[in-house]
């Protein structure tokens, strides 16, 4: 059974940074593309940040100059490094893995989600 988990999320001030991980298991990690997503309450599920597996990244444009995320493929962890958070960022965070083959076939794989509350 593959399992995403992250840990990393709680309660910072406005300004304050947070390091989200997400550890993997039971897949072939490298060759994943990697991806951070959020949803806040009543709105819908967005991507923040990717990592494919040859390390190019892309952000939402809420978040460029602010996260970056990067991949350990050793210890098949993704993180995503928040800084100068907002209270826009409040939101529960997931982890995704997606891999696709040349014929088109997908896997895709989330985690439970770890929350970010931005507030003073």
């Known amino acids: 059974q593959v399992q995403l988990v992250e840990s990393g999320g709680g309660l910072v001030q406005p300004g304050g940074s947070l390091r989200l991980s997400c550890a993997a298991s039971?897949?072939?990690?490298?060759?994943?593309?990697m991806g951070w997503y959020r949803q806040a309450p009543g709105k819908q599920r967005e991507l923040v940040a990717r990592?494919?597996?040859?390390?190019?990244?892309n952000y939402a444009d809420s978040v460029k100059g602010r996260f970056t995320i990067s991949r350990d493929n050793a210890k098949n962890t993704v993180y995503l490094q928040m800084n100068s958070l907002k209270p826009e960022d409040t939101a529960v965070y997931y982890c995704?893995?997606?891999?696709?083959?040349?014929?088109?076939?997908?896997?895709?794989?989330w985690g439970q989600g770890t929350q970010v509350t931005v507030s003073s």
């Open positions: 990592i494919t597996s040859r390390g190019s990244t």
């Open positions: 995704n893995a997606d891999y696709s083959t040349a014929a088109g076939s997908k896997s895709d794989y």
């Open positions: 039971k897949i072939f990690f490298s060759i994943y593309a």
